[in-house]
């Protein structure tokens, strides 16, 4: 292997090269191709363009409203539940918890039983008429499922249920 001789390298001025650098067998007069300053301008634009790459796909799925998940499936008959009574069921999958409320005024609302924080299970508190989040000190209001308290920024998923011949239904779900 040789060494390529640089003709315009003999033109430029020398730098005054220290003691450390005498000691090493090194071309010192390619040291000054290799910037620092270029290096570390090209990881932050990588950096950047990485993050706005990031950023363009994360807000891509807001462009699309989501679409309710379910399929019309019996969950218990209305007169088993009296007002303030709260039943627990699996909706729209065997995987997804789900709640029915009947409120004290015997309204029927339910929702999906996973926070939307960071899926915790929800209860019901009959007290507080709230549902509660134990993992973070979340709840939300139960009429309605908008947060009132803790880190949920949304309200819970509702299932949309329907009474027909005594018995309720769960028709879908409809993510908020």
């Known amino acids: 292997m040789g060494f390529i001789e640089d003709k315009e390298a003999e033109k430029r001025p ?7 650098q005498a000691l090493f067998p090194f071309h010192w007069d390619a040291d000054a191709f290799v910037m620092r ?11 950047g363009a990485f993050f706005a790459v990031t950023a363009g796909l994360a807000g891509l799925g807001t462009l699309w409203p989501r679409k309710a998940r379910g399929a019309r499936r019996p969950i218990i008959e209305a007169a088993k539940l009296k007002p303030g009574d709260v039943h627990y069921f699996s909706y729209p999958t065997e995987e ?6 009947r409120l004290k005024d015997g309204k029927f609302v339910a929702y999906s039983g996973r926070c939307t924080h960071l899926s915790c299970a929800v209860y019901y508190s009959p007290k507080k008429e709230q549902l509660i989040c134990p993992c973070h ?12 308290a803790g880190p949920p920024q949304r309200p819970l998923p509702r299932v949309v249920v329907q009474e027909d011949g005594g018995m309720i239904y769960a028709i879908e779900e409809q993510p908020r």
Do not use: H, N, Y
Request: positive net charge; charged residues 30%; contains cysteine.
């Open 14 to 20: 020398r730098r005054k090269i220290t003691r450390w």
């Open 37 to 47: 300053r270029d290096l570390l301008r090209l990881a932050v634009q990588a950096s």
């Open 96 to 101: 997804d918890p789900a709640m029915l409320l």
């Open 137 to 148: 000190d979340g709840c939300f209001e139960a009429r309605s499922g908008v947060p009132l």
